[in-house]
């Protein structure tokens, strides 16, 4: 399986950071699959997961400006950010659990770097 | 600050063990066997060393191998090899059903 992150590397301060996760080699209505963040020089934080069924999950601290989605037809799936600063300016990997849970992730895109700057 | 408490740096000499500490709390690593350890060189992407609190995925040396009593889970590294030279991340479920990781362990391997 392998994943592949696209989107803007540069987005505004109170914008709307948009990323997508393209997979080959899977089908995405199986597994959950992932998206983690990593702030320059810093760990890793989990962002939220969509489950094959659609179903979501978001992590607390940013569910009030999380949106993750699937599309079958396109074998992707997809992150919004709302209103950005430069806080979550980050690489964004995207990711697929590892056998059929989420919490360990085995499978991981190569990395975007989105910078949030005017 | 991460939800999981890792120690910022850790170094040892070629060939000896270490081991790397990541302390939770009874709402994640201490109830729950969903620890995982990932590693992750310079500009490169973490991959999966150990999960399930001691699982090690297929490929990966058993130099390797994870632990875990009470909040604490914990990662020793056998035989250190100048290429074990990389961050170390920790996470877990945690009982909101979310998951948290440490701020991640730099490993020197002098």
């Known amino acids: 399986v392998q994943l592949q992150e696209s989107g803007p590397g540069l987005v505004k301060p109170s914008e709307t950071l948009s990323l997508t996760c393209t997979v080959s080699?899977?089908?995405?209505?199986?597994?959950?699959w992932t998206w983690i963040r990593q702030p320059p020089g810093k760990g890793l934080e989990w962002i939220a997961y969509v489950q094959s069924t659609g179903t979501t999950n978001y992590n607390p601290s940013l569910k009030s400006r999380v949106t993750m989605s699937m599309d079958t037809s396109k074998n992707h799936f997809s992150l919004r950010l709302t209103s950005v600063t430069t806080a979550d300016t980050a690489v964004y990997f995207c990711a697929r659990g590892f056998g059929s849970g989420w919490v360990h992730l085995g499978y991981w895109g190569q990395g975007v770097l989105v910078t949030v700057s005017s | 600050q991460s939800a999981l408490t890792q120690p910022a740096s850790v170094s040892g000499s070629l060939g000896q063990s270490i081991t790397l500490s990541c302390t939770g709390t009874?709402?994640?690593?201490?109830?729950?066997?969903?620890v995982s350890w990932y590693q992750q060189h310079p500009g490169k992407v973490p991959k999966l060393l150990i999960f399930?609190?001691?699982n090690r995925p297929s490929g990966v040396t058993n130099r390797f191998s994870g632990s875990k009593s009470g909040n604490t889970a914990s990662l020793t590294i056998s035989g250190l090899q100048a290429d074990d030279e990389a961050d170390y991340h920790c996470s877990s479920f945690r009982n909101n059903g979310t998951l948290v990781f440490g701020g991640g362990t730099k490993l020197t391997v002098l």
């Open positions: 080699g899977d089908s995405i209505d199986s597994y959950y």
């Open positions: 009874n709402r994640d690593v201490g109830t729950y066997n969903y």
């Open positions: 399930g609190v001691f």
